[in-house]
C-alpha cells in the first residue's frame, strides 16, 4: 500500500490507474443511464428502477462484495447494500449514493436523448450523469483503482438508495429500523458537488425539505364563466392567491411564524457568477436579500413545483371548482422540518380567501444537516484533495437542496463522520433538462475519493 501523503505529487501511480479506468467508467454510466430509473411508476415502469438495482448488485458482486442484497424499504422501492471487508482491525466507511433520477421533464428541450449518455462539447449528457449515477461510478472506480494498487485499506459498506429523489424517506425508514446494517467509522456521501468544476469542495449544511399537495375547492363543479363568472368564486384564482401568500414583494419567502433572516458565514456566492450559473435571463431581478449564500444556504426557500388546471391548449370558458398544487419548502439547518410543515400548513389554510375550502396533504419531509467540519475526516479528505486537484485548498460550501438520509444517519451514528462530494456543480444542471458530468471532475474525484480512503486508515492506526 502506498503511503499517505498530503503532497499534491503523491500517489502517481494511482492517479494513472484511475485515468485508466475512465473508459470503463463512462460505458458503466452510459449502461445506468439507460434505466428510466424514476421511482414514480405514473411516470415510468417499476420494472426500470428493478432493473438499474440489479446493475448496482451485479457491480458490488463482481467488485467481491458480501452480503450483497436488495433491501425492499416501507416506501415500495429498493436500496441496495453490499459490504467489502478490509484488513483486520480497519475502520469502516460508508459509501452513499442513489441509483434514482428525476424526471426528464420535456424530452423535446434535450439536445441528445436523456437516457442515452451522449458525449458533447466535453460532457457527459444524460438524466442521472452527475445526479447520481455519476456518483455510483465514482465510488466503485476509487475502489478499482485501490484494488490495484495493495488492496482497500478500510472496510467498506455501499449503500444505493431508490427513491431519494421522490423524498418518501424509503432508505430513512428502513435504516431506523435496522440501526445496525449502516454502521461506520465515517459515511461519504457521494450526492453534493463542487462550488464550481475545479474547485474542490465539501459541502458541510444541506436544508431540508418538506413536501406538501395543496388542494383548494369552491364549488361542486365548473360553471359557465359567462352566466356565473363574477359572482362564483373561483378555486383556481384562490389558489393563486395562497400561492402568491408565500412571498414578499421581493421574492422572500414567507411563511407566517419561520424565520427567514439567518446569515451564511464562508465561502460566498458571487451575484454574478450566481447568474450566469442559474441562467438567469438579462433585466431579470434576483428575488429575496441578503447574500446569494444567505439565501440558498441558511435561509427557507419556498417553491411551486406544479400546478393542477386545465391546460392552455382546449381550455373551456368555466370557472373552476377546485384546483391543487404541490409546494416544496426547504428549511435550513437550525430550523426543524416538521415545525416548518406545521407552519406551512397553517399558512396556507390561513390564506384562503372568500372561505374556499383547503386541504393540505404532506407527501414528503427531511430534516436538514450539518456537519463536523473539524473531524479527522475532514483532515483526510483535504489532504486528499490536493492530491486530485493541485494547487486547490478544498472550500467548505453549504447546498440548498435536500438529502433526507444525511440527518437520519447523524442521529442514527452521532460518532460517525460525514462528508460530502460529488459530481453535481453547476454546470451539470441536475434536474433540468440536458444534465450533464465532467469528465474530469468524475476522474479528479474518484481519485481524490481513493486517496482519502488510505488516508483515513492511515489516520486510524
Known amino acids: ?123 457527459w449528457y444524460g438524466r442521472g450523469a452527475a445526479d447520481c449515477k455519476g456518483g455510483l461510478i465514482m465510488h466503485l472506480t476509487a475502489l478499482r483503482a485501490l484494488k490495484e494498487h495493495g488492496g482497500v485499506p478500510v472496510n467498506v459498506k455501499v449503500i444505493a438508495e431508490g427513491s431519494e429523489e421522490q423524498g418518501t424517506g424509503g432508505l430513512e425508514q428502513y435504516a431506523r429500523a435496522h440501526p445496525e446494517l449502516l454502521t461506520a467509522d465515517t459515511i461519504v456521501i457521494g450526492d453534493a458537488g463542487n462550488f464550481r468544476v475545479g474547485l474542490p469542495t465539501v459541502t458541510a449544511t444541506l436544508r431540508g425539505m418538506t413536501l406538501v399537495r395543496v388542494q383548494v375547492d369552491t364549488l361542486e363543479g365548473n360553471l359557465h364563466s359567462g352566466q356565473f363568472g363574477g359572482a362564483a368564486p373561483d378555486a383556481l384564482a384562490a389558489l393563486i392567491r395562497v400561492l402568491d401568500s408565500l412571498r414578499a414583494e421581493d421574492g422572500s419567502t414567507t411563511v407566517e411564524g419561520l424565520a427567514a433572516d439567518a446569515s451564511w458565514e464562508g465561502l460566498q456566492y458571487p451575484e454574478d457568477q450566481f447568474r450566469k450559473d442559474a441562467r438567469v435571463l438579462d433585466g431579470v431581478e434576483l428575488i429575496g436579500t441578503g447574500s446569494v449564500a444567505d439565501r440558498i444556504w441558511a435561509r427557507p426557500a419556498v417553491t411551486v413545483l406544479g400546478i393542477d388546471c386545465p391546460p392552455v391548449v382546449g381550455a373551456t370558458p368555466s370557472v373552476q371548482a377546485g384546483a391543487r398544487a404541490l409546494v416544496s419548502l426547504r428549511v435550513p439547518p437550525g430550523q426543524d422540518a416538521a415545525e416548518a410543515t406545521e407552519l406551512l400548513t397553517a399558512h396556507l389554510r390561513a390564506a384562503a380567501p372568500w372561505g374556499a375550502r383547503v386541504e393540505v396533504a404532506q407527501i414528503g419531509e427531511g430534516q436538514p444537516f450539518r456537519a463536523d467540519t473539524e473531524s479527522p475526516a475532514y483532515a483526510s479528505m483535504a489532504a486528499a484533495m490536493r492530491v486530485a486537484y493541485p494547487d486547490e485548498e478544498m472550500q467548505t460550501a453549504g447546498m440548498g437542496g435536500s438529502i433526507p438520509l444525511c440527518n437520519a444517519l447523524a442521529q442514527l451514528y452521532p460518532e460517525a463522520e460525514i462528508l460530502l462530494i460529488g459530481l453535481s456543480e453547476p454546470e451539470a444542471q441536475i434536474h433540468a433538462v440536458n444534465e450533464s458530468v465532467s469528465p474530469q471532475e468524475l476522474e479528479r474525484l474518484s481519485l481524490a475519493e481513493a486517496v482519502f480512503l488510505i488516508n483515513y486508515a492511515d489516520s486510524k492506526r
Do not use: I
Open 1 to 123: 500500500m502506498e503511503h499517505a501523503s498530503t503532497s499534491p505529487t503523491a500517489h502517481p501511480a494511482l492517479a494513472r490507474t484511475v485515468a485508466s479506468l475512465q473508459p470503463r467508467a463512462k460505458a458503466e454510466l452510459a449502461e445506468l443511464v439507460a434505466f428510466k430509473s424514476v421511482a414514480d411508476p405514473d411516470q415510468f415502469p417499476r420494472s426500470e428502477c428493478e432493473a438499474a438495482a440489479n446493475w448496482v448488485a451485479e457491480a458490488l458482486r463482481a467488485e467481491g462484495f458480501q452480503d450483497v442484497a436488495l433491501l425492499d424499504t416501507p416506501d415500495g422501492t429498493q436500496s441496495v447494500y453490499g459490504f467489502l471487508p478490509g484488513p483486520e482491525g480497519a475502520p469502516t466507511v460508508l459509501l452513499y449514493a442513489h441509483y434514482d433520477v428525476q424526471p426528464p421533464l420535456d424530452e423535446s428541450a434535450w439536445l441528445s436523448p436523456p437516457f442515452e449518455l451522449t458525449d458533447r462539447d466535453g460532457r
